[in-house]
């Protein structure tokens, strides 16, 4: 018996590949954009060294709607896969300052966790550098190119 293609069946076949492609990635738009946050960190004495403070302070993050991230966190750029679960973001790098992350030291593998707050920023810890959770706000809906 020949099975013939009725358009319900096509509806049907094309919302599961949709929802299957969809599946764990941030295309749907809630997490996609910049993000922009600072960290607290003691005052640095020497005015020589007063750039290294706010590289160091600076927290930017950019989500793609393809599901990819760079994240810049104290002047080390993080790029990798973005993958949403329930009100979070799971960031896991792939790439360390240009290199393969596998050649990072093994805290600077670990994956991010960006948690969604009730005001609509986000916040994470960062793996490397001590200190409070870093909150971010979305700067835009669109993922700008890092600087």
């Not at 960290?39 to 403070?53: D, F, S």
């Not at 679960?85 to 300052?97: H, K, M, Q, S, Y």
Request: overall charge positive.
């Amino acid at each position: 018996m020949k099975r013939i293609m009725t358009p319900n069946r096509v509806r049907a076949l094309v919302v599961a590949a949709l929802v299957g492609s969809l599946a764990g990635c941030v295309s749907s738009g809630d997490w996609v954009g910049t993000w922009t946050g600072k960290r607290q960190v003691v005052k640095i004495a020497n005015p020589e060294y007063g750039g290294a403070e706010e590289t160091i302070k600076s927290v930017k993050l950019i989500i793609h709607p393809d599901g990819r991230y760079e994240l810049i966190d104290g002047g080390v750029m993080f790029e990798g896969q973005a993958r949403r679960t329930d009100g979070e973001v799971e960031l896991t790098p792939e790439r360390i300052a240009g290199l393969p992350a596998k050649n990072a030291a093994p805290e600077w593998q670990k994956p991010l966790v960006v948690k969604r707050q009730q005001d609509g920023s986000a916040s994470f810890q960062s793996s490397f550098l001590p200190g409070d959770p870093i909150r971010l706000s979305r700067i835009s809906t669109t993922a700008e190119a890092p600087r």
